[in-house]
């Protein structure tokens, strides 16, 4: 069911013949730099690298009889260059060498692809950001109404989450684009760490400055916690088209197509199934990051619990997250907007949604806090309990509140533009940096 998923550029990444091809590279950097160090003879990398290819095919069949991945994949290169070639390949390494550093490689092309996606994201929230920077809505906390706010601010919030998300994984990227050519326990004793060196700076890789005969689970653990952390992001996102797409709210929805059924049963229906889509996918992605920190704590200087949950975690993770980047950035430029539907909800509550402009304005005039959010709840109650009474007027036929600020001061309370003057200082922070 995972092929669903699957981009090709994220496919390729999670290939076999990929797999192969990196701890083929590992391999002939590795007889490169012991040529380089005088004990491999002159050639032998360059004849080794124009002989040897990758056998997917010829790999598992050989695994049938060794049992043992690594192994067998050497036993090709043997077999494709000669005993004589063949003896300098893998020569003082172990199999984590070759697994860990092109698990890390892979690692590494995988996050390029999601930071990718993410910089697209990113872009189409800021241009519907800028879009909507003035189009007026009710601003919600618990689900209810609270003050006006604009739908272009609620996507300046977006925009400068998933940076912070893109910054996470680019730290997460670089802890885990290391490798390790150390040996069965990371202590160099067949091989040196001037090998090391020079495979990894081929490979444009970290060095693992310690490491036994694994590199470290810590720094897989934050690869995929960084995973679970961006896909939560892009649920709550999700979450808030589906609120906003309720038929009693309908202030945006979801692109529906023409001939798109939203139901077999009832014609009518216009369901945010892609955003549904993307919370599911985010409930998986999160399960992953779990199992990659309990993979920390293996025996001694390795075990192989962590290989089979690795095997899974690595490509499901990525190649789900990928696709709901991608499902979201499908979301967010196509999303259809109701600009006077939320100028509709945001006058529900007949002004109600100002009451804090009135009770600031009372403070500022000398009433203490106290005094000041006692009258202005009392005239807010009654109007949440009048059908269609108007706030500002109510709170105008209050005599105390009016004589203390005077009708002008009142009318000022419901000002919008007042409410909203700095929606414009918020953007320049967030899409120009300008955080004074």
């Known amino acids: 069911m995972l092929s669903r998923y699957l981009r090709p550029e994220m496919d390729s990444v999670w290939r076999e013949t990929r797999r192969l091809e990196l701890w083929l590279e590992i391999e002939l950097l590795a007889v490169e730099g012991w040529e380089r160090a005088d004990v491999a003879p002159k050639g032998v990398a360059q004849r080794i690298r124009q002989s040897a290819k990758v056998d997917v095919q010829r790999v598992k069949e050989i695994e049938e009889v060794t049992r043992h991945d690594v192994a067998a994949f050497v036993q090709m290169i043997e077999e494709q260059v000669g005993t004589e070639d063949g003896r300098w390949v893998h020569l003082g390494m172990t199999s984590s060498d070759v697994l860990d550093t092109g698990f890390g490689l892979q690692l590494a092309e995988a996050a390029d692809l999601l930071l990718s996606g993410l910089a697209t994201l990113n872009e189409a929230i800021k241009k519907r950001a800028y879009e909507h920077r003035h189009t007026v809505m009710v601003g919600r906390s618990h689900g209810i109404h609270a003050e006006p706010t604009t739908f272009g601010h609620k ?171 991608h499902r979201m950035v499908n979301v967010i430029s196509n999303l259809v907007v109701y600009p006077e539907r939320m100028k509709q909800n945001l006058d529900l509550t007949k002004g109600l949604v100002f009451s804090q402009s009135v009770l600031v304005s009372l403070i500022r005039a000398g009433w203490s806090r106290d005094q000041a959010y006692r009258a202005v709840q009392k005239v807010s109650m009654q109007c949440w309990e009048t059908p269609n009474a108007k706030f500002e007027e109510a709170v105008l036929a209050d005599e105390e509140i009016r004589s203390a600020l005077g009708e002008q001061a009142v009318r000022a309370c419901f000002d919008l533009k007042k409410n909203l003057q700095f929606i414009d200082r918020v953007f320049e922070r967030v899409f120009t940096g300008q955080n004074e």
């Open 155 to 325: 996507l300046a919030i977006w925009y400068d989450e998933i940076s912070r998300q893109i910054q996470r994984l680019e730290r997460a990227r670089t802890s885990i684009a290391v490798g390790k050519i150390s040996g069965p326990v990371g202590s160099f004793s067949n091989i040196t760490p001037d090998i090391e060196a020079y495979v990894c700076h081929k490979l444009g890789v970290a060095i693992a400055s310690a490491s036994n005969q694994v590199i470290q689970r810590d720094r897989h653990a934050e690869f995929f916690s960084t995973l679970a952390l961006i896909a939560s992001s892009l649920e709550k996102f999700a979450i808030e088209v589906r609120h906003l797409q309720r038929t009693e709210v309908l202030e945006a929805e979801e692109k529906f197509h023409v001939g798109q059924k939203g139901s077999s049963a009832m014609p009518h229906k216009r369901n945010p199934v892609l955003s549904e889509n993307v919370s599911g996918l985010a409930r998986v992605i999160r399960s992953m990051a779990l199992p990659a920190m309990e993979n920390i704590a293996l025996w001694h200087e390795r075990d192989i619990s962590h290989s089979s949950v690795e095997r899974v975690i690595a490509p499901d993770a990525t190649t789900l997250l990928d696709f709901a980047i």
